[in-house]
């Protein structure tokens, strides 16, 4: 599960209000009958006026914990989260969350000190009312915030769960290159499909083993397959996210004319993306050969460092692919394996 995973119910400000000053009007008072009016009052406004506050603060606090601390979350998600929403804003958003709790927490003592010292049940009750004011105008203050977090919450909650901790192998290329046959083709099971928030499309994320050690794939559609120059920023800032979790890109060439693309944009992408990941090991791969001329296929090849020939959807040159991203990733010293485990 990714960090903002278990971000589940922000609450707008009407929201908080209705269920809370709702629950309170139902409150059971459990008031002695011998008592005084004034005791009595106390007693039930000081009740009242408790519960307003102390649920109000667990709601507002319960709502802060749910988001992940920022500055512990791995660096993709929080660049992504910075991305998407604004890191700066979400932690401006969640303190004033923790600072409106302290607030409606002092109005309470100043109130419940007022009531209790109350010598008329009327004042009791103004007192009581004050409070309720008060608060709500506090509550009422965090419309935007709240409105910001709801926001917010839907956004981030629906990231791709990424396993930061596992190699991951990143395909890169144009559209209709093979990408997703290649993901389902060395997927051991079937690849998840996620929703990626800065796509129309979806995200195909697998895994499989090799020598005692597990690896994710990702192919992200709309992420690493067209020019940088027809990108926006968030876009750009996007792809640079996947830096933090990528050992090695897989890039997929397709010099036939199913694509769509002809070769000359997709060796351009191919050097975009090498400037783009300067650090990461690009392992270049050429499907769909069995419907490529031989001859051309060679001057293909000329063009290309060190290719490998595949068939995707006919799982042919798939586990020389695979081989040859994880050898990549062997030689920057990346895998830690078993003692018994050799390549």
């Not at 005084?36 to 519960?51: D, G, M, Q, Y």
Request: net charge positive; aromatic share 8%.
């Amino acid at each position: 599960m990714h960090p903002f995973s278990k971000i589940k119910k922000i609450y707008s400000s009407s929201e908080l209000l209705d269920i809370v000053f709702h629950r309170a009007s139902r409150l059971p008072l459990d008031v002695p009958r011998r008592a005084t009016p004034i005791v009595k009052a106390r007693k039930r406004e000081v009740t009242r006026v408790r519960f307003i506050s102390d649920n109000l603060v667990k709601k507002l606090v319960g709502m802060m914990k749910k988001f992940p601390n920022l500055d512990d979350i791995h660096p993709f998600y929080r660049e992504l989260a910075d991305v998407l929403v604004g890191i700066d804003r979400l932690k401006e958003v969640l303190a004033s969350l923790e600072g409106a709790a302290r607030v409606i927490k002092k109005i309470a003592r100043e109130k419940i000190r007022e009531i209790n010292f109350s010598k008329d049940p009327k004042f009791a009750a103004k007192a009581r009312i004050q409070a309720y004011a008060r608060i709500s105008s506090v509550i009422k203050k965090l419309e935007d915030r709240l409105n910001f977090l709801i926001d917010a919450s839907k956004t981030l909650s629906r990231l791709p769960t990424v396993n930061t901790d596992e190699f991951t192998i990143v395909v890169a290329g144009y559209p209709n290159t093979g990408k997703s046959s290649f993901v389902k083709s060395v997927s051991s099971a079937k690849p998840e499909i996620a929703e990626y928030p800065f796509t129309t499309r979806n995200i195909i994320l697998g895994h499989f083993s090799y020598n005692n050690n597990r690896f994710q794939i990702i192919d992200t559609p709309g992420i690493l397959d067209r020019p940088m120059k027809d990108r926006n920023q968030i876009e750009l800032q996007a792809i640079t996210a996947i830096r933090h979790v990528a050992n090695v890109v897989v890039f997929i060439i397709d010099p036939s004319l199913s694509c769509g693309y002809p070769i000359e944009r997709q060796l351009d992408l191919l050097s975009e993306i090498k400037e783009t990941f300067p650090t990461l090991p690009v392992v270049n791969v050429i499907n769909k050969v069995d419907l490529i001329e031989s001859e051309y296929l060679e001057e293909v090849k000329k063009k290309v460092d060190k290719p490998i020939d595949m068939v995707a959807i006919q799982n042919i040159g798939v586990q020389e692919a695979i081989e040859a991203a994880i050898k990549a990733i062997k030689l920057q010293g990346e895998l830690r394996y078993a003692k018994e485990a050799a390549f």
